[in-house]
């Protein structure tokens, strides 16, 4: 059984940086593609970065340039370095796994997890 458990989220003001992690429990990691979503109060989840086994990467545009997806498979944790943060990337963020090849349609993620809270002040 595969369990997703993030970590890292907190307050910070507006410019400021943070990096979640997402630790991975279970026996598959390294070949599936792995994602993070976000969701704001009172708005749908959306799509933030997403890294393949092979460590291609992709950008949401609110975050080019200031987010940073990684993975280190043999910690087995996927990690989101946020830099430069906005009052709107204040959400609940989520990794999520998928065994197959990465996209932002979130029902190919089977697994998720309990997300960690991040807010940002103005």
């Known amino acids: 059984q595969v369990q997703l458990v993030e970590s890292g989220g907190g307050s910070v003001q507006a410019g400021g940086s943070l990096r979640l992690s997402c630790a991975v429990f279970?026996?598959?990691?390294?070949?599936?593609?792995m994602v993070w979503f976000r969701q704001a109060p009172g708005k749908e989840r959306e799509r933030v970065a997403a890294i393949d086994s092979g460590g291609t990467t992709r950008y949401a545009e609110p975050v080019k340039g200031r987010f940073t997806i990684s993975r280190d498979n043999a910690k087995k944790t996927l990690y989101l370095q946020m830099n430069s943060l906005k009052p709107e990337d204040a959400a609940m963020y989520y990794c999520a796994a998928s065994q197959l090849v990465c996209s932002w349609y979130q029902p190919q993620y089977k697994y998720w997890g309990q997300g960690t809270q991040v807010t940002v002040s103005s």
């Open positions: 279970g026996y598959i990691y390294s070949s599936y593609c």
